[in-house]
């Protein structure tokens, strides 16, 4: 079974980009008077293409829904009227699916039921579980939950130790998507990162509940690279790694209102790992609450990078309470060749109105490159208390720490600024 739905998969895949091809010369200006064919849609008049009309099955865990998903997204992508791709109240188990565009006209998916991730991690032919590539105009929303049933594969998750590990499933992936917006749902324990936006323009995530436990590996909230104009707002995150990560090749991402914790917190990186990584510029970080996270406002590199730029940084109006490392630039983050200083150059980096509590002692960190060091960096009213176990009577004071850092701090401040 895992073996025939892996081979439809990738039959799909074919199809599917070879449909690019198909659609442009079939369905595009040169042939004005062509018309798609709605396939098997029931009632010709609607623009609703729901997935049980095409034979999908709610709550059945042995349902084949994989092929009704597909001919009711090339019936949804293909039509003449902006169109909505419905996936009614149910549980609809489902493996890899990848919705491909260029659409015809824009698309809405409304996920009103759950999706659950099949566990039969053979199902999987890339890292992705749903994956939304090629499209302007596409919105997905619809109140629903996407349930990636991450507590069956883990354990896999070694890579920390084994270099040959499985790369598991992200649950939501947009590729390539402009001009696009997804809002109002719910992910659960996604295999790996919940939402992975890249290659993307002019896109908007907001009123979203992701969530998984503490202690989930590499379960990013919302991991962003090689995009620009990217809006991610109102959304409560709490998962096992950062709940928001942005990445290379990013300019002009704005975060806003985000519950934050438990989870690694909000940041840019890392930065540095790969020979073909992208500059970053125009991060907007505003208005968060942070609770009970190991970092607040985080920058990491790694060390031994290529040449690489982070510059235009702004972290403002947040608030975190239990915080282990509030505000934090490391540059020699992840395991190997510390020997060598990272080579990625940090500028113009703002930390601004942050209050609340912390559970360690050195609350503003910067460990910036000594080969690059950090420039710009403005620190403002950091004003925070200790907040964690110590053995002396008195809460310990919190300090500064600035290595390769020349930083300006002004306004009211707890720590004081670096020595
Ligand atoms: C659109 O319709 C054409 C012709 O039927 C087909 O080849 C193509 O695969 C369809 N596109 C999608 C995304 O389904
Ligand atoms: C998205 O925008 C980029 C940059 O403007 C463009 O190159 C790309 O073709 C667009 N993709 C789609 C699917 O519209
Ligand atoms: C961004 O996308 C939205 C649709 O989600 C659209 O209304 C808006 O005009 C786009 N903005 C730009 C600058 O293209
Ligand atoms: C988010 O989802 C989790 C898990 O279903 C739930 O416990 C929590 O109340 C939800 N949070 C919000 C803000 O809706
Ligand atoms: C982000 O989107 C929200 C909701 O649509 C909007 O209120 C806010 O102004 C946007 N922020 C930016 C920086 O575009
Ligand atoms: C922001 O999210 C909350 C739920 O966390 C919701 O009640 C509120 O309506 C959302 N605000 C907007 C502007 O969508
Ligand atoms: C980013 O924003 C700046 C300033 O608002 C603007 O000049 C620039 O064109 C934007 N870049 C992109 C890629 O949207
Ligand atoms: C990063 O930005 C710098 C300065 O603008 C530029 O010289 C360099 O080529 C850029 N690097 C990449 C990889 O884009
Ligand atoms: C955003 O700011 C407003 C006003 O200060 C505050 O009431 C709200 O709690 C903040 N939201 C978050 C998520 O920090
Ligand atoms: C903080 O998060 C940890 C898991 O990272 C959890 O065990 C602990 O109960 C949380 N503490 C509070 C006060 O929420
Ligand atoms: C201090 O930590 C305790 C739990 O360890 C928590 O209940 C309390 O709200 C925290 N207070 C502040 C100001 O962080
Ligand atoms: C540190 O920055 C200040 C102002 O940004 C500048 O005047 C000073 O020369 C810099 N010092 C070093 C050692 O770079």
């Known amino acids: 079974m895992a073996t025939a739905r892996r081979a439809r998969a990738l039959l799909f895949l074919g199809l599917a980009l070879l449909s690019c091809v198909v659609h442009g010369e079939v369905f ?25 009309k095409f034979g999908a099955k709610p709550n059945d865990d042995q349902a084949e829904n994989f092929e009704p998903f597909v001919r009711a997204w090339r019936a949804a992508c293909n039509a003449t009227v902006p169109s909505t791709y419905l996936i009614p109240k149910g549980t609809f188990f489902v493996a890899q699916l990848i919705f491909q565009g260029p659409c015809s006209n824009p698309v809405t998916v409304q996920i009103q039921g759950t999706l659950k991730a099949l566990t039969d991690i053979s199902e999987y032919t890339s890292e992705e579980w749903i994956m939304f590539e090629i499209i302007d105009g596409l919105t997905v929303t619809g109140g629903g939950t996407l349930d990636g049933q991450g507590f069956a594969n883990w354990q896999y998750n070694d890579c920390k130790k084994n270099s040959k590990c499985q790369l598991l499933p992200h649950s939501i992936k947009f590729n390539k998507v402009n001009n696009s917006a997804v809002y109002g749902l719910t992910s659960l324990n996604s295999m790996s990162f919940h939402v992975f936006i890249t290659g993307c323009n002019n896109i908007t ?13 590499n379960t990013d909230g919302i991991h962003i690279s090689s995009s620009s104009l990217v809006n991610i707002t109102n959304s409560t995150i709490a998962t096992g790694d950062d709940c928001i990560s942005i990445g290379q090749g990013n300019t002009n991402i704005s975060v806003s209102k985000i519950v934050c914790g438990p989870g690694h917190g909000i940041s840019v990186g890392s930065l540095g790992k790969y020979e073909d ?17 190991t970092n607040g406002a985080r920058i990491k590199t790694w ?11 702004i972290f403002e109006d947040l608030i975190m309470y239990m915080v282990k490392n509030p505000v934090i630039i490391d540059q020699k983050y992840g395991s190997h060749k510390h020997d060598q200083p990272s ?11 942050i209050r609340g509590s912390t559970t360690s002692e050195v609350a503003v960190n910067f460990a910036c490159s000594s080969a690059v060091p950090c420039e710009g960096i403005e620190v403002a009213n950091i004003y925070l208390t200790f907040n964690g176990t110590t053995k002396a009577s008195l809460p310990p004071s919190l300090t500064s720490s600035c290595l390769n850092a020349n930083a300006t701090f002004g306004g009211k401040l707890n720590p004081p600024a670096c020595p």
């Open 303 to 313: 060390p031994a990078s290529p040449p690489l730029e982070a510059s235009n940084i």
């Open 343 to 353: 080579k990625v150059k940090i500028s113009e980096v703002h930390f601004r109105n």
């Open 205 to 217: 995530a907001y009123n979203l509940n992701i969530s998984a436990p503490s202690n989930s590996p």
């Open 28 to 52: 595009g200006p040169h042939r004005t008077g062509a018309r798609p064919r709605r396939v098997l849609a029931d009632d010709t008049n609607s623009n609703v293409f729901d997935v049980t």
């Open 277 to 293: 990584e992208k500059n970053v510029s125009g991060i907007y970080v505003k208005n968060c609450t942070l609770l009970n996270t």
